[in-house]
């Protein structure tokens, strides 16, 4: 399977800027996508590469490097709102499902 | 386009009974899977369906069932519920299965 590692929890003040890491293996891989969970609530889609390189979405970006089996999703401007569950999920051809990371705590201080 | 529902959003039962919960995806899309979510596992998946089909199953005993209709509405059924079956279960859809998946709000399931 897809082992899919980030850190389990990370704190950073309003304002400053956060990078979430995380680790795949690379067996099939197809794609690779940051999700947001707040608290009690559903994952909501954040972003997604398939591509090696840099994706930018306004305070949220996601880097992929395919053959180091690595992505990281950064936040820039960090709000009080953007305290949540940060989950890095890959596709893989050769699975042909989803495997999810175990999600990233962020907590945002004033 | 209205986006993926699911009812009931909570549910409690006691031990033994058995529940189904449903799922309807965005229209248009023709996946649908469902995952567990639990504070010590993370999101789990159970299984995905396409133009009703059983495309993938997880690792979950077979108490655990599910189907889609014609419309690409599905349904998860779960017998003989047990204490550790409490959860939150999603489901998400998505056009194709392999691209973004859309999630829905839940179901949380309480076993007594």
């Known amino acids: 399977g897809q082992n899919i590692d980030q850190p389990t929890e990370m704190t950073a003040t309003e304002g400053a800027i956060v990078q979430i890491n995380c680790t795949y293996q690379?067996?099939?891989?197809?794609?690779l996508f940051w999700y947001q969970q707040h608290a009690g609530e559903a994952p909501t889609f954040l972003s997604y590469n398939v591509l090696d390189g840099l994706e930018e979405k306004g305070r949220f970006s996601s880097f992929l490097s395919r053959s180091k089996g690595y992505s990281y999703l950064l936040l820039k401007e960090l709000q009080m709102k953007d305290s949540a569950s940060y989950l890095c999920?890959?596709?893989?051809?050769?699975?042909?499902?989803?495997?999810f990371g175990a999600g990233t705590q962020v907590v945002v201080t004033p | 386009k209205a986006g993926v529902t699911q009812t009931p959003r909570y549910l409690i039962k006691t031990r033994g009974q058995q529940v189904t919960l449903s799922c309807s995806p965005i229209?248009?899309?023709?996946?649908v899977s469902w995952y567990q979510q639990t504070p010590g596992q993370g999101l789990q998946f159970l299984f995905e369906?396409?133009?009703?089909?059983?495309?993938n199953k997880g690792n979950f005993p077979g108490r655990f069932s599910g189907r889609q209709f014609s419309n690409s509405r599905s349904e998860m059924n779960v017998s003989t519920l047990e204490l550790g079956d409490s959860a939150l279960y999603l489901c998400a859809s998505s056009p194709k299965g392999e691209d973004t998946q859309y999630f829905g709000p839940g179901t949380r399931l309480t076993v007594l």
């Open positions: 999920a890959v596709w893989s051809d050769s699975w042909g499902k989803f495997q």
């Open positions: 229209s248009g899309h023709r996946s």
């Open positions: 369906y396409f133009s009703e089909t059983q495309r």
């Open positions: 690379t067996s099939g891989f197809n794609g």
